[in-house]
């Protein structure tokens, strides 16, 4: 079993669990908090702004008005500035010019608008001045335009109205040049923060914290408050916080107010990014705290995470080894909490498995010996023909080793194609047993006979198997059957043989005792005669004939001792033979012919090879006979190969050779007498067959395995000593 | 036994669990605590000085103070870097370069002289520090700048606009001693303002009807030798000094000489009038270092000094030492008076000041 990814182990999940639980609530406090904090932070400042700016703006205002009630109780000391000496004017003038700082510049002004006296602070300036912008007389104190000078400072003219008290009438202006950077940088700056800076009706810079602004003519027109301004928009319609990217592209929160009397406005701007600043402390705080918790946690959930799931942890690894098989192992879990307490029941039910496990196997065991012991092939079979499951001894035979996917014809059959006919596809539904079928298969290259039985099995599901084939292997017995059939074919031509034989003997030995007398007689007569040279050839021609008669006869009698001795009705006289010194006596009479030939021969002779009890003049015949046939197989260059052994209670005689073999149909008929494969005349048919008889006289046994092209292999089982008789 | 064992289990988990929580009560007030928002102090900024002699002190006072109003605090967020040339025109390029190797964020120069070695310094070594002027005359026609309000330079800072108001010195002169006619003008013919100056003052003595006898000064030295002679041969009625560094490096020895041949001084700084001269119109050397304070808070927030256009001096004031007066014996004018400060050997120069 492959071990859980980590985020599946309930230790994470507790820690995790124990982090969520503890991050999340203060997350959603933190932001609603923060939320309702911002709006409120806005408002506020937003509030404070609009005061900070009505006030600058009425500051601005009574410091204007300051200088200049300063300037007008000053010239009021005298009942008309314009009629006093032109030393007295000056020092009232200079006078002023020393108190108000803001004063860049006054000009005394007679009632034609001519300069009657001038002070400066920096420049050096005549007394002939018209003031063109004077039309008239002021009646009562007016403020000009604001306007820059070269270096871009502001200026603004203030026209002082001068009166003549004994006549009650106008008797001149006090021209008062006002320096404005004097007067807005004395104003009170912004509390919260920020900037503030000041526009005249035109929306011009006329004053700001940063002075460099004004000296570089910032427009600032862009400023949604100056536009409001501007627009003359009442500071009071504007109820929430203004919002807006001012004129250096800045996000900021703005406010607004006019200066009453000189249609000036003031504006408060307060970068977003500065404003918010306590938020973002708050965040921070908020994060730190959160880390520092978070960081807590961790380690409590870590420590409480792993004493609450150590526990189950073990279970699980435990029931892992358990399922792999081990079922020895138990958990070991301390406490007695509901985890303590689910370990021993599941402790329990291991030792109750292992139990139930141990007389299962001991079942099994016993009926796979049930089984494998019946010596039958079992195999299940799906309804495709696809094996299932096979037995120990269907594996062997068939040398399985995975069969999974295989089908049942492929392994088992003759071929790639069902079996013909298919047991389990003709019974189908039929939960009788079936038919036999037999089939022969080359296993391990030998060629085996199987019987199959097929039974129907009532499977639960689809996928199980439907069919029980039972295999059983009839080879021996296939053998025994056809061995017994050519036993009792040949004890049968034996029988005829000898029969034949006999009949034959008596009527051969007659006719050859009968030549033999003639042929005596016809010596004795030719002897005595003498006669003529005439008579004595036609008795040698006579006797020449009577001699082939003779002859004749005697090979008749030779087939008719081969008969009996296929059929063992010949007398035999046994003696101890040592087969071994019999091959190699047979080997040096046959060495001639293997020379001839070319034939290598190989011999394996046993040295402790036991005696046997038999003929060795028919024994040697039989060796002769096998080793003739193997030369006459062979071609040239070809190998014979001897070997002996004992084996159990017998000796046995290979000799095998590589030669043209034979037929699989001529195999059934090779101990038929006369049945030969050679040209006529060259064999009698019988060499085979004698040795047939000789072994089975000798209760030994022949066999002869050939293949066609390959070679033949002839076997010679013999008892050993003292465990046969001639029968 | 069980149920002991079993209550100590429930005991030791309990412990635990309050454990646990006092961990947690503890970070939270720790994270709490440790988390205080602070003002952002930002790194130590350095500020490099560069003045002419023990004369501009006043003007170093001045921009101290300015930068505390600011909120630089020597020592803690702002570190200074003084060069002193001791009145020793030769080594200033080297103190410059000196200062300029100490690579500061912003170098300040005190005086025109100052002003002039910074630059040739940054120029020759190519390298690139903003220069503030506390306090320099004639910053165009001495080519710092091209303009006051607009300009591509790495320099800003403060005219303190004493070229310009040399006429208005003249004026005030004979507002103060309506009677005087022949007026001796010292300047140094060797700097653009005394040169500039001489011109204003011609034009406003045209104006004015004033006799000029105009006397220019190359060597601190010939104050001493010549300057007697002149006041002795030529009668003069007062003595109008230019901007000068050297004429403010030898300020000592004029008045000295005004005292011995009763002639009254016009000079330029409020530091003069302590020191000696009858009278002084211009911007205290104090107010113009606390002036160019500001610009140098600028530049340490990013700005560059070619955003910044220059400043004129603000407060400019007319001295009167009536010391000088009560020694030289003169009769001064209520016109003139009217618009001075009075000072005396025993008025304080003000905080941070030095006399």
Redesign the interface.
């Known amino acids: 079993m492959n071990s859980l990814p980590w985020w599946r182990k309930i230790r994470y999940r507790v820690l995790i669990f124990g982090l969520l639980m503890s991050i999340f609530p203060l997350l959603a406090l933190g932001i609603v908090n923060i939320n309702n904090t911002w709006t409120d932070l806005e408002r506020s400042i937003h509030r404070q702004n609009m005061a900070s700016v009505r006030w600058i703006a009425k500051d601005i205002d009574q410091l204007i008005n300051s200088s200049i009630t300063k300037i007008e109780l000053t010239t009021s000391a005298f009942a008309d500035l314009t009629k006093e000496t032109k030393t007295q004017q000056e020092i009232v003038l200079f006078s002023l010019l020393k108190e108000v700082d803001e004063i860049e510049e006054m000009a005394l002004l007679n009632k034609s608008n001519s300069a009657i006296s001038r002070v400066s602070k920096r420049e050096v300036l005549p007394l002939a001045e018209n003031d063109s912008n004077l039309d008239l007389l002021v009646q009562k104190t007016q403020y000009g335009s604001v306007y820059f000078t070269k270096d871009g400072r502001p200026m603004m003219n203030v026209f002082i109205p001068l009166w003549n008290k004994q006549e009650n009438e106008r008797s001149g202006t006090l021209k008062v040049k006002l320096s404005l950077r004097g007067i807005i940088q004395k104003t009170v700056g912004a509390e919260s923060g920020g900037y503030y800076f000041v526009v005249d009706s035109q929306g011009n810079l006329i004053g700001h914290q940063d002075f460099s602004q004004v000296l570089k003519s910032t427009q600032v027109t862009t400023s949604e408050a100056v536009r409001k301004l501007l627009a003359q928009v009442s500071p009071l319609e504007v109820t929430a916080p203004l919002k807006y990217k001012t004129y250096d592209n800045t996000l900021v929160l703005g406010a607004f107010a006019p200066v009453s009397n000189l249609n000036w406005g003031v504006v408060i701007e307060q970068p977003v990014k500065e404003a918010m600043v306590p938020i973002y402390q708050l965040v921070y705080k908020l994060l730190a705290v959160m880390g520092g918790l978070m960081f807590t946690v961790i380690g409590l959930s870590i420590y409480f995470g792993l004493r609450f799931t150590k526990p189950i942890e073990k279970l699980e690894a435990g029931t892992r080894i358990i399922a792999s098989g081990n079922l020895d192992h138990l958990i070991a879990v301390k406490g007695d909490g509901e985890v303590a307490k689910l370990v021993e029941a599941f402790n329990n039910m291991t030792r109750e498995l292992k139990l139930k496990s141990q007389n299962l196997l001991k079942e099994k065991e016993l009926l796979d010996k049930v089984v494998s012991g019946a010596g039958v092939g079992m195999a299940l079979i799906k309804d495709d023909c696809t094996l299932s499951w096979a037995n120990a001894q269907l594996r062997s035979w068939f040398g399985l080793r995975d069969i999974a996917g295989q089908k049942c014809f492929q392994v088992l059959g003759e071929g790639n194609n069902y079996c013909q006919p298919c047991l389990a596809r003709k019974k189908q539904g039929d939960t009788e047993i079936s038919g036999d079928m037999i089939t022969s298969v080359l296993v391990k290259g030998e060629k085996k006979y199987f019987r199959h039985q097929v039974f129907a099995l009532n499977p639960s599901s689809p996928d199980d198997p439907r069919y029980l084939e039972l295999i059983e292997d009839i080879t021996a017995r296939r053998e025994m059957e056809a061995m017994v059939i050519q036993a009792d074919k040949l004890a049968a031509v034996g029988l005829l043989a000898s029969g034949v034989a006999h009949e034959i003997n008596n009527p051969l030995a007659t006719i050859n005792a009968y030549a033999q007398d003639l042929i005596e007689r016809l010596q004795e007569q030719k002897d005595n005669i003498g006669g003529a040279e005439q008579d004595q050839v036609q008795v040698n021609e006579i006797i020449a004939d009577l001699n082939t008669i003779t002859e004749q006869v005697g090979r008749c009698g030779q087939i008719t001792r081969s008969l009996l001795n296929f059929s063992r009705q010949s007398d035999w006289k046994l003696e101890p033979v040592d087969l071994n010194k019999l091959i190699q006596e047979t080997i040096k009479l046959l060495g001639y012919r293997f020379k001839k030939s070319n034939i290598q021969l190989l011999t394996s002779l046993e040295a402790k090879l036991p005696i046997i009890n038999g003929s060795p003049i028919h024994l040697q015949q039989v060796l002769f006979n096998i080793l003739i046939n193997s030369v006459d197989a062979l071609e040239a260059g070809g190998q014979i190969e001897i070997t002996t052994r004992k084996k159990l209670h017998w000796v046995e005689v290979m000799i095998r050779d590589n030669g043209s073999g034979i037929k699989e149909e001529y195999l059934a008929k090779i101990f038929d007498p006369f049945f030969t494969t050679k040209p006529i005349g060259k064999g009698t048919g019988l060499g085979l067959s004698i040795c047939y008889g000789i072994i089975s006289n000798l209760k030994g046994e022949i066999k002869v395995d050939s293949e066609a092209g390959k070679g033949t292999k002839v076997i010679i089982l013999l008892p050993a000593n003292g465990e046969t008789d001639v029968r | 036994m069980?149920f002991l064992s079993?209550n100590r289990?429930l005991f030791t988990s309990l412990i635990?669990v309050v454990f646990?929580a006092l961990?947690?009560l503890v970070?939270?007030l720790?994270?709490?605590w440790?988390?205080q928002?602070q003002r952002e102090a930002g790194p130590v900024k350095t500020v490099g000085v560069l003045l002419a002699g023990d004369m501009k002190l006043n003007k170093l006072a001045g921009l101290k103070e300015g930068l505390e109003e600011q909120g630089y605090l020597s020592g803690v967020n702002i570190n200074y870097v003084v060069q002193n040339a001791k009145n020793n025109g030769k080594i200033l390029n080297p103190l410059a370069s000196e200062l300029i190797a100490k690579r500061p964020d912003v170098l300040v120069a005190l005086g025109g002289v100052e002003a002039d070695a910074l630059r040739d310094i940054l120029t020759l070594e190519q390298k690139e520090i903003p220069i503030v002027l506390a306090g320099v005359a004639s910053t165009v026609k001495r080519g710092l700048v091209d303009n006051?309000?607009?300009h591509e330079s790495n320099i800003t800072g403060i005219d303190n606009?004493h070229t310009?108001?040399a006429?208005?010195r003249?004026?005030l002169l004979t507002?103060l001693l309506p009677d005087t006619r022949r007026v001796l003008v010292i300047y140094d013919p060797e700097v653009i303002p005394g040169l500039q100056s001489l011109d204003i003052i011609e034009n406003?003595a045209a104006?004015?009807d004033i006799e000029l006898i105009k006397y220019p000064v190359v060597a601190k030295d010939l104050i001493m030798t010549e300057l007697p002679q002149v006041l002795a041969n030529q009668e003069v009625e007062a003595i109008l000094l230019s901007s000068s560094y050297f004429l403010e490096a030898a300020a000592d020895e004029l008045f000295q000489l005004s005292l011995d041949f009763k002639v009254p001084v016009m000079a330029v700084n409020e530091h003069e009038a302590y020191r000696g001269a009858f009278a002084a119109y211009g911007v205290s050397l104090y107010e113009q270092g606390r002036q160019a304070a500001p610009?140098i808070a600028?530049i340490f927030l990013g700005q560059h000094p070619s955003?910044?256009?220059l400043?004129?001096s603000?407060?400019?004031e007319?001295v009167v030492n009536m010391d000088v007066i009560k020694r030289l014996g003169l009769q001064v004018?209520?016109?003139?008076l009217?618009?001075?400060?009075a000072i005396s050997e025993g008025t304080s120069l003000g905080k941070g000041k030095i006399k």
């Open positions: 069980i079993n289990k635990a646990g961990i947690i970070a939270f720790l994270t709490n440790w988390y928002p006051l309000q607009e606009y310009q108001l006429g208005k003249l004026e507002k406003t104006l004015l610009l600028k955003q910044i256009p400043e004129l603000d407060k400019i007319l004018s209520p016109v003139g009217s618009y001075a400060r």
